[in-house]
């Protein structure tokens, strides 16, 4: 089954995400880039506010790949309450240091996710190195949301060779960046564990905008029709 993630920046997006079918609510500043941070005073408000009707997630900003400042962040965001600390894997060194650095944050219960980024030539190899780490799961997603949307950057076969190696390593897997409502039916055929969408949930698709409640209620209605047994018989 894909579920659906909804980005939201405050406790009102965070009511409307609710109210329109998100499965996964994910904090994030769209404002400060890929994986921009909310204060952690919002993430905390948001949290109460949801009280576990659904899963929270949050990112911890587009930080430095500096091993101390990214486990900092990860046990901050995840005092707040989150259910989800998501991680970017920026550029192209000290991934695995950092990935090593979280270790012990995995290992007392903190659920990690590590974000790939389709535009910056991706290796699917750290997924294994996550799996050992204690990871919580993986997703792809896209730096520059001007630039491309990760159907632009990834054919569908690297796409599936993703989910099949997270699935075979029991890890989350995901799917965004720069979504639309007419990707839905072609990546929940993937079968990705979620679809992150902003910009595709937004008036004019502006991922700084406010929330269409009319958008995310056609998604999610689009994907419990492709989740239906009746669409895998069919």
């Known amino acids: 089954m894909t579920r659906l993630l909804a980005s939201v920046v405050s406790v009102a997006e965070a009511a409307i995400a609710l109210e329109g079918g998100a499965d996964i609510i994910d904090l994030k500043n769209p404002r400060e880039g890929a994986l921009g941070a909310l204060p952690l005073q919002t993430i905390q408000q948001i949290v109460d506010f949801v009280d576990g009707r659904v899963p929270v997630s949050a990112t911890i900003g587009d930080l ?74 993986a997703m792809l997603d896209t730096a520059d949301k001007k630039r491309g949307r990760l159907v632009d950057y990834l054919p569908e076969g690297m796409m599936r060779d993703f989910l099949l190696s997270g699935r075979r390593l029991a890890l ?5 960046g720069s979504l639309r409502i007419e990707d839905v039916d072609f990546l929940a055929s993937l079968k990705p564990d979620y679809l992150g969408f902003r910009g595709g949930l937004c008036l004019d698709s502006d991922r700084n905008a406010e929330f269409d409640l009319a958008r995310l209620r056609e998604i999610a209605r689009l994907l419990r029709e492709c989740n239906s047994p009746l669409r895998e018989m069919a």
Do not use: Y
């Open 64 to 137: 430095p790949m500096q091993p101390s400042v990214v486990a900092d962040m990860v046990r901050k965001t995840a005092d707040t309450g989150v259910d989800i600390v998501k991680i970017g894997l920026f550029g192209q060194d000290c991934h695995e240091e950092c990935i090593r650095a979280l270790e012990t944050h995995t290992a007392r219960g903190i659920r990690v996710v590590a974000v790939l980024f389709a535009d910056a030539l991706p290796d699917f190899g750290v997924l294994t190195t996550l799996a050992h780490a204690g990871f919580h799961g």
């Open 172 to 176: 989350l897997t995901g799917l965004a």
